[in-house]
C-alpha cells in the first residue's frame, strides 16, 4: 500500500514563498504522472499543476510563472513564490503509481495580505 504525505505548509504574508512536499511511502515499481490540487473552503477542488511521468509540466492560469513543479523519482515538489491571499486553500498531492491513484490528506497554505 502507498501512502502520500504532503509537508511544507503554513502560514504566509503575501508575497512570500513556501516550498511544499510531498513524499511517497511503499513499494513503488512504476511512476506515472503526478500533480498538485488545492481547495479553498466553498470552491471546488482545482488543479494547480502536474507533471507526467516523462517530465511534461502544466499548470493553472492563475499559478503560471509563480509556482513551479518538480520530483524527484517519487518524491513531488511545489515551489510557490509571489504568493497571494488567493493562494490560501487545503493542497493535496496527486501521483499514479503501478496504474492506481492516489491522494495525500492535504497541506493548509493561508496567505496574509
Known amino acids: 500500500q502507498v501512502q502520500l504525505v504532503e509537508s511544507g505548509g503554513g502560514l504566509v504574508q503575501a508575497g512570500g514563498s513556501l516550498r511544499l512536499s510531498c513524499a511517497a511511502s511503499?513499494?513503488?515499481?512504476?511512476?506515472?504522472?503526478m500533480g498538485w490540487y488545492r481547495q479553498a473552503p466553498g470552491k471546488q477542488r482545482e488543479m494547480v499543476a502536474t507533471?507526467?511521468?516523462?517530465?511534461t509540466t502544466n499548470y493553472a492560469d492563475s499559478v503560471k510563472g509563480r509556482f513551479t513543479i518538480s520530483r524527484d523519482n517519487a518524491k513531488l515538489y511545489l515551489q510557490m513564490n509571489s504568493l497571494k491571499p488567493d493562494d490560501t486553500a487545503v493542497y493535496y498531492c496527486?501521483?499514479?503509481?503501478?496504474?492506481?491513484?492516489?491522494w495525500g490528506k492535504g497541506t493548509l497554505v493561508t496567505v496574509s495580505s
Open positions: 496527486n501521483a499514479n503509481f503501478d496504474l492506481r491513484n492516489y
Open positions: 507533471i507526467t511521468g516523462t517530465g
Open positions: 511503499g513499494i513503488i515499481f512504476s511512476i506515472g504522472a
